[in-house]
């Protein structure tokens, strides 16, 4: 087991569902393969964290690449793979009615989001940036969950930690690959070198994005990867402080027993 112990939110909207948002400890867990820290150590530490959900389960893990992708992992599709720094399967969300898997995603400002259908036994997982949110990536994996009995009025989504909009500033280009809609997730930030800013509100944008794809049950962390160096890992951060690179945290989900309970 990992020796300092596991930092995990379990969010109330989930409440029966195994699941946990994973956070740093304070620099001593990384769950990415692309982070920093020997590879079969962290393989070893995301498999003390799939104990941590469901005992004796595999974590399933996609190589993730900020694309509008969903794995289905279904019990008669698709099947289980190593889970290794290399040969996953690419994608940016995983769906799942197995009963003996752990899935998940690993970020560091953007948004995990953990779905469940409780009474399908469906579960997901998505790794929502503004790319991939932008792109469809929540609206496939909750067709995916469709896909495999379950009812959008039935699946709850919880947003784990995520860059706040105060600590996410954006320029005139990146406003661009927005429509006008979507203005509403932009507030105005000081100029700086001459130049127009704003503060992007990505978790406002990924709410907005599963309203729009029929979801009535979603909650939201609230917390700021950017701003909790302590609790969490920011890319952001790293960047601007010139880090050679970066760790994640991991949000994870099962279905369990949810089948029996159904």
């Given amino acids: 087991m990992a020796e300092t112990p596991f930092s995990i939110e379990r969010a109330p909207a989930l409440e029966g569902v195994p699941h946990g948002f994973f956070g ?7 769950f990415g393969f692309g982070g920093p820290g020997d590879p079969e150590e962290i393989r070893a530490l995301r498999n003390d964290a799939a104990g941590a959900i469901l005992p004796g389960a595999p974590l399933q893990t996609p ?21 290794h720094a290399t ?38 997982a998505a790794h929502a940036g503004w790319r991939g949110a932008h792109s469809g990536v929540l609206e496939n994996t909750v067709a995916a969950m469709e896909a495999l009995g379950a009812v959008k009025a039935s699946i ?16 005139a280009r990146f406003r661009t690959n ?8 932009f507030s105005p930030a000081v100029r700086r ?3 127009n800013r704003w503060h992007f509100d990505l978790p406002g944008y990924i709410a907005a994005r599963l309203k729009s794809a029929g979801l009535s049950q ?17 890319y952001r951060r790293a960047m601007h402080e010139e880090l050679p690179n970066y760790g994640r945290q991991l949000s994870a989900i099962a279905v369990g027993s949810l089948h029996q309970n159904s």
């Fill in 218 to 234: 979603f909650s939201d962390t609230g917390r700021d990867t950017y701003a909790n160096r302590r609790t969490y890992y920011s």
């Fill in 178 to 185: 927005f429509d006008a809609a979507d203005e509403v997730h």
């Fill in 193 to 195: 070198d001459g130049a």
């Fill in 87 to 124: 040969d996953r399967p690419v994608a940016d969300a995983i769906v799942t009615d197995r009963t003996d898997v752990v899935i998940g995603i690993v970020t560091a400002d953007c948004g995990p989001v953990l779905f469940a259908d409780r009474k399908a036994g469906v579960v997901g």
């Fill in 24 to 30: 740093s400890a304070n620099g001593a867990h990384q």
């Fill in 63 to 83: 190589h993730q690449v900020h694309s509008p992708e969903v794995i289905t992992l279904g019990q008669t599709v698709g099947k289980v793979w190593p889970d």
């Fill in 156 to 171: 709850t989504a919880v947003l784990g930690p995520t860059i706040g909009q105060p600590s996410y500033e954006v320029d």
